[in-house]
Protein backbone atom coordinates (compact mmCIF):
# COMPACT_ATOMS: atom_id res chain seq x y z
CA UNK A 1 0.00 0.00 0.00
CA UNK A 2 1.13 3.78 -0.54
CA UNK A 3 1.06 6.50 1.59
CA UNK A 4 -1.49 9.68 1.26
CA UNK A 5 -1.47 11.08 -2.28
CA UNK A 6 -0.79 14.93 -2.06
CA UNK A 7 -2.13 17.00 -4.37
CA UNK A 8 -2.05 20.44 -5.63
CA UNK A 9 -5.69 21.56 -4.87
CA UNK A 10 -4.64 23.95 -2.02
CA UNK A 11 -2.68 26.21 -4.65
CA UNK A 12 -5.70 25.65 -7.30
CA UNK A 13 -8.20 27.01 -4.68
CA UNK A 14 -5.84 30.78 -3.34
CA UNK A 15 -5.48 30.79 -6.87
CA UNK A 16 -9.19 31.10 -7.86
CA UNK A 17 -9.80 33.30 -4.63
CA UNK A 18 -7.35 35.77 -5.82
CA UNK A 19 -8.68 36.09 -9.22
CA UNK A 20 -12.25 36.58 -7.70
CA UNK A 21 -10.91 39.00 -5.74
CA UNK A 22 -9.31 40.74 -8.32
CA UNK A 23 -12.39 40.74 -10.46
CA UNK A 24 -14.14 41.99 -7.52
CA UNK A 25 -11.91 44.72 -6.92
CA UNK A 26 -12.27 46.18 -10.58
CA UNK A 27 -15.73 45.33 -10.84
CA UNK A 28 -16.11 48.18 -8.27
CA UNK A 29 -14.02 50.78 -10.07
CA UNK A 30 -16.82 50.65 -13.24
CA UNK A 31 -19.57 52.83 -13.48
CA UNK A 32 -22.95 50.48 -13.87
CA UNK A 33 -26.05 52.09 -12.94
CA UNK A 34 -26.95 55.77 -12.26
CA UNK A 35 -27.23 57.08 -8.85
CA UNK A 36 -28.59 59.49 -6.75
CA UNK A 37 -25.41 61.23 -6.79
CA UNK A 38 -24.77 62.22 -10.31
CA UNK A 39 -26.95 62.25 -13.68
CA UNK A 40 -26.70 63.29 -16.63
CA UNK A 41 -29.06 62.57 -19.45
CA UNK A 42 -28.92 62.93 -23.28
CA UNK A 43 -32.39 64.72 -22.97
CA UNK A 44 -32.06 67.93 -24.78
CA UNK A 45 -32.24 70.61 -22.54
CA UNK A 46 -33.91 73.88 -22.74
CA UNK A 47 -30.46 76.22 -22.93
CA UNK A 48 -27.78 76.27 -25.35
CA UNK A 49 -23.99 74.69 -25.19
CA UNK A 50 -21.99 75.81 -22.19
CA UNK A 51 -22.98 76.10 -18.54
CA UNK A 52 -26.10 77.02 -16.72
CA UNK A 53 -25.74 76.13 -13.60
CA UNK A 54 -27.26 76.51 -10.10
CA UNK A 55 -25.11 75.68 -6.59
CA UNK A 56 -27.06 75.34 -3.26
CA UNK A 57 -24.71 75.06 -0.50
CA UNK A 58 -25.63 73.07 2.78
CA UNK A 59 -23.36 73.49 5.55
CA UNK A 60 -25.78 71.13 8.13
CA UNK A 61 -26.40 68.77 5.33
CA UNK A 62 -29.94 70.06 5.11
CA UNK A 63 -30.41 73.72 5.07
CA UNK A 64 -29.42 75.88 1.91
CA UNK A 65 -27.36 78.40 3.33
CA UNK A 66 -25.68 79.90 0.04
CA UNK A 67 -26.90 79.64 -3.50
CA UNK A 68 -25.36 80.90 -6.64
CA UNK A 69 -25.83 80.72 -10.41
CA UNK A 70 -23.22 80.49 -12.80
CA UNK A 71 -23.36 80.53 -16.49
CA UNK A 72 -20.40 80.15 -18.55
CA UNK A 73 -20.18 80.60 -22.68
CA UNK A 74 -17.39 79.43 -23.99
CA UNK A 75 -15.21 79.09 -20.97
CA UNK A 76 -16.01 82.42 -19.85
CA UNK A 77 -18.70 83.86 -17.39
CA UNK A 78 -21.34 85.44 -18.94
CA UNK A 79 -24.28 87.26 -18.09
CA UNK A 80 -26.63 86.20 -14.91
CA UNK A 81 -23.57 84.97 -13.04
CA UNK A 82 -23.18 85.53 -9.47
CA UNK A 83 -20.77 83.24 -8.58
CA UNK A 84 -17.93 84.21 -6.15
CA UNK A 85 -15.45 83.21 -8.44
CA UNK A 86 -16.76 82.44 -11.88
CA UNK A 87 -13.57 82.32 -13.69
CA UNK A 88 -12.16 79.57 -11.67
CA UNK A 89 -15.54 77.87 -11.96
CA UNK A 90 -15.48 78.15 -15.26
CA UNK A 91 -12.33 76.88 -16.15
CA UNK A 92 -12.86 73.84 -14.06
CA UNK A 93 -16.38 72.78 -16.41
CA UNK A 94 -13.86 73.79 -19.34
CA UNK A 95 -11.27 70.79 -18.06
CA UNK A 96 -11.99 68.21 -15.68
CA UNK A 97 -15.38 69.68 -14.25
CA UNK A 98 -17.81 67.69 -17.04
CA UNK A 99 -15.69 64.52 -15.97
CA UNK A 100 -16.39 65.19 -12.53
CA UNK A 101 -20.09 66.20 -12.58
CA UNK A 102 -21.04 63.35 -14.90
CA UNK A 103 -19.35 60.73 -13.68
CA UNK A 104 -21.62 57.38 -12.10
CA UNK A 105 -19.81 55.83 -9.70
CA UNK A 106 -20.39 52.22 -9.20
CA UNK A 107 -22.41 51.37 -6.25
CA UNK A 108 -20.26 49.15 -4.89
CA UNK A 109 -17.08 51.13 -4.85
CA UNK A 110 -14.23 51.24 -2.83
CA UNK A 111 -13.83 54.25 -0.05
CA UNK A 112 -11.97 55.00 2.99
CA UNK A 113 -13.95 55.46 6.28
CA UNK A 114 -13.67 58.86 7.40
CA UNK A 115 -15.49 61.42 8.15
CA UNK A 116 -15.33 64.87 6.57
CA UNK A 117 -18.32 66.99 7.89
CA UNK A 118 -22.36 67.35 7.19
CA UNK A 119 -21.34 69.38 4.45
CA UNK A 120 -23.64 68.62 0.95
CA UNK A 121 -23.37 71.17 -2.10
CA UNK A 122 -25.98 70.59 -5.01
CA UNK A 123 -25.01 71.26 -8.52
CA UNK A 124 -28.17 71.09 -10.74
CA UNK A 125 -28.82 72.72 -14.45
CA UNK A 126 -27.54 72.07 -17.53
CA UNK A 127 -23.86 71.65 -19.11
CA UNK A 128 -22.94 71.70 -22.79
CA UNK A 129 -26.77 71.38 -23.44
CA UNK A 130 -27.85 68.05 -20.85
CA UNK A 131 -29.33 68.33 -17.69
CA UNK A 132 -27.17 67.62 -14.42
CA UNK A 133 -27.39 66.85 -10.80
CA UNK A 134 -24.70 65.96 -8.69
CA UNK A 135 -24.49 66.27 -4.64
CA UNK A 136 -21.55 66.32 -3.29
CA UNK A 137 -20.87 65.06 0.33
CA UNK A 138 -17.70 64.41 3.03
CA UNK A 139 -19.36 61.21 4.35
CA UNK A 140 -16.61 59.11 2.80
CA UNK A 141 -13.42 59.35 1.21
CA UNK A 142 -14.49 58.82 -2.45
CA UNK A 143 -16.56 61.88 -1.99
CA UNK A 144 -14.07 64.07 0.00
CA UNK A 145 -11.73 63.27 -3.00
CA UNK A 146 -14.75 64.81 -5.20
CA UNK A 147 -15.31 67.54 -3.11
CA UNK A 148 -11.82 68.45 -3.41
CA UNK A 149 -11.57 68.30 -6.93
CA UNK A 150 -14.60 70.71 -7.38
CA UNK A 151 -13.35 73.25 -4.85
CA UNK A 152 -13.00 75.38 -8.06
CA UNK A 153 -17.13 75.51 -8.42
CA UNK A 154 -18.41 74.86 -4.78
CA UNK A 155 -15.58 75.90 -2.78
CA UNK A 156 -14.00 74.35 0.47
CA UNK A 157 -15.86 71.79 2.05
CA UNK A 158 -15.13 73.01 5.98
CA UNK A 159 -13.21 75.43 7.87
CA UNK A 160 -10.74 72.52 8.86
CA UNK A 161 -9.49 71.99 5.49
CA UNK A 162 -11.07 69.47 4.11
Not at 10 to 36: G, I, K, Q, R
Request: glycine share 10%; with cysteine; aromatic share 4%.
Amino acid sequence: MTGPRKTRRPAAVLAAAWFAAACLALAACVPTTPSEESTMTDEPATSAPGADLRVSLRPDGETVDAEYRLVCVDGVPADGTDHPNPEAACAFLSGTGQRVLTAVPAKNRMCTQQYGGPQVAVVEGTLDGRRVLKTFSLRDGCQISEWRASEALIGPGSAGGV
